[in-house]
């Protein structure tokens, strides 16, 4: 998912009300973004840098499933309840992000339905590229058995 993607079918009004849930923040190398199961509160758009996605696999441990670069949006977990992570992340290397506030954003789209609409259909396919990617881990895994 690009950046471009995140912001493409929004007005520059609604580019701009998305923005002012944001800041910026940076990571160092190894630095964890978030833990499998924490509460998920904020959203990523990566700017600079990597950041891996891992989950804990019984019998393997930590796996990566996917390194996301820049462009790609991280975290959906906060538009679904529980709002809980269902993978892990840290940066490789420095990284550099815009976070959206999750709180912000759910109020953003329920006072504008068109905004959260192009922000819901985003969001489903960074959720499908997920469900894709770890599938194909899992499958590469476990065909070494």
Do not use: N
Request: hydrophobic share 40%; charged share 25%.
């Amino acid at each position: 998912m690009s950046s471009a993607g995140l912001y493409d079918g929004l007005s520059a009004h609604e580019r701009e009300a998305l923005l002012r849930t944001s800041h910026e923040e940076f990571y160092d190398d190894g630095e964890r973004l978030f833990d499998e199961g924490g509460y998920a509160g904020f959203c990523w758009l990566i700017r600079h840098g990597r950041v891996a996605l891992d989950s804990t696999v019984p019998g393997r441990g930590q796996v990566v499933v996917q390194t996301l670069g820049p462009g790609d949006l991280l975290g959906w977990s906060w538009l679904i309840p529980p709002y809980r992570w269902h993978f892990g992340a840290r940066a490789v290397g420095t990284v550099e992000a815009t976070v959206f506030d999750g709180e912000q954003l759910k109020a953003l789209a329920d006072q504008d339905p068109r905004l959260g609409y192009v922000l819901t259909r985003h969001l489903l396919g960074v959720v499908l590229d997920r469900l894709q990617s770890t599938r194909a881990r899992l499958l590469d895994l476990y065909s070494h058995d």
